[in-house]
């Protein structure tokens, strides 16, 4: 399982729910695009700089991303590539979510990757969609460590294992990435909120 860090920022308070605006000029922005240039205001961003990243991970049009540079080693920290950072935007809650590995961050990505997924009230309602998810994990892990995805990378779906007792994981969705390596993951609780994502691979 990769271990990754990541940061949460908070925005601005929105008001409604839109989509991200394609208004023209003079015409108002929407709730998600005012937040977006407020991040960016917040960050030092160019707002060109923070593009829409379409996944499953959240409504549409409530993911960006953005490039980080590269950070060289410095004392007992280990050198970092030009990576992704990632938005996400949750018009209800008034918040703004960034994942993304920062020298000596938090070293328990995974789960809160996965709070973010609780707040935006992201749930697996079928195989698809865990399918999907699956697939969109592995590219923001591969993104966070500034690894080129290629544009058709897909997560094939193996199986679904229902839970036999108390303590097992309801669900628990199987996939390979890239098959046979790596090979994905990822326990659903009885709400349908992922409560885990591991990646290994098999020789």
Not at 74 to 101: C, H, I, M
Not at 118 to 124: D, E, F, H, P, Q
Not at 155 to 163: M, N
Not at 179 to 189: A, E, K, L, N, Y
Request: proline residues 7%.
């Amino acid at each position: 399982m990769y271990r990754l860090a990541i940061v949460l920022s908070f925005t601005l308070p929105l008001i409604g729910v839109a989509a991200v605006s394609t208004a023209g000029a003079g015409e108002p922005a929407s709730p998600i695009e005012k937040s977006v240039k407020a991040y960016c205001a917040k960050h030092g961003l160019a707002r060109d700089m923070v593009e829409p990243w379409k996944s499953a991970l959240a409504p549409d049009g409530r993911v960006f991303r953005y490039k980080l540079a590269a950070v060289p080693a410095r004392d007992k920290q280990a050198p970092l590539p030009e990576r992704s950072a990632f938005v996400f935007v949750d018009p209800d809650a008034g918040n703004v979510y960034t994942v993304k590995r920062m020298p000596g961050g938090d070293k328990n990505m995974t789960q809160r990757t996965l709070a973010i997924l609780r707040l935006m009230g992201t749930k697996v309602v079928d195989n698809k969609q865990a399918t999907a998810l699956m697939a969109d994990l592995w590219r923001l892990d591969q993104g966070l460590d500034g690894v080129a995805v290629r544009a058709d990378a897909h997560v094939r779906f193996v199986q679904a294992i229902k839970g036999n007792t108390w303590i097992d994981p309801p669900t628990t969705y199987i996939g390979d990435a890239n098959s046979p390596t790596p090979h994905v993951v990822m326990p659903v609780d009885e709400d349908g909120y992922v409560t885990d994502f591991r990646m290994w691979n098999i020789r």
